[in-house]
Nanobody
């Protein structure tokens, strides 16, 4: 059974930084894409960033490019989202999600085809962690 557990959410001032972690378990191999999504009050769930199984391919939504960095440590089964220069509009509940593939190549292909644009591409979800950016 796949489990995803997020951590690292907090209250931070504008311009500050946070690092979110997503600890994954229950996968049969390392061939899975991890995505970070967020849902702000009154808004639709939004794909923020995704990373392929080996970390070779990544995706960022336009509003976080240059500020957020996704990475993964497969020895720890953990994916990180480093968030710098945070803005009030980044306030949301952040979720990590996973989708498993049969090979690393397939995970990169799917990511490059835009799977991060929709939450429908992901079968497993964590419970979420709150990020609040406010002075």
């Amino acid at each position: 059974q796949v489990q995803l557990v997020e951590s690292g959410g907090d209250l931070v001032q504008p311009g500050g930084s946070l690092r979110l972690s997503c600890a994954a378990s229950g996968f049969t191999s390392d061939n899975y894409v991890i995505g970070w999504f967020r849902r702000a009050p009154g808004k639709e769930r939004e794909g923020v960033s995704c990373i392929s199984s080996g970390g070779e391919s990544t995706y960022y939504t336009d509003s976080v490019k240059g500020r957020f960095t996704i990475s993964r440590d497969n020895t720890k089964n953990t994916v990180y989202l480093q968030m710098d220069s945070l803005r009030p509009e980044d306030t949301a509940v952040y979720y990590c999600a996973a989708s498993q593939f049969s090979s690393s190549y397939e995970s990169r292909f799917a990511l490059n085809q835009g799977m991060c644009a929709t939450h429908l591409s992901f079968a497993s979800w964590g419970q979420g962690t709150q990020v609040t950016v406010s002075s």
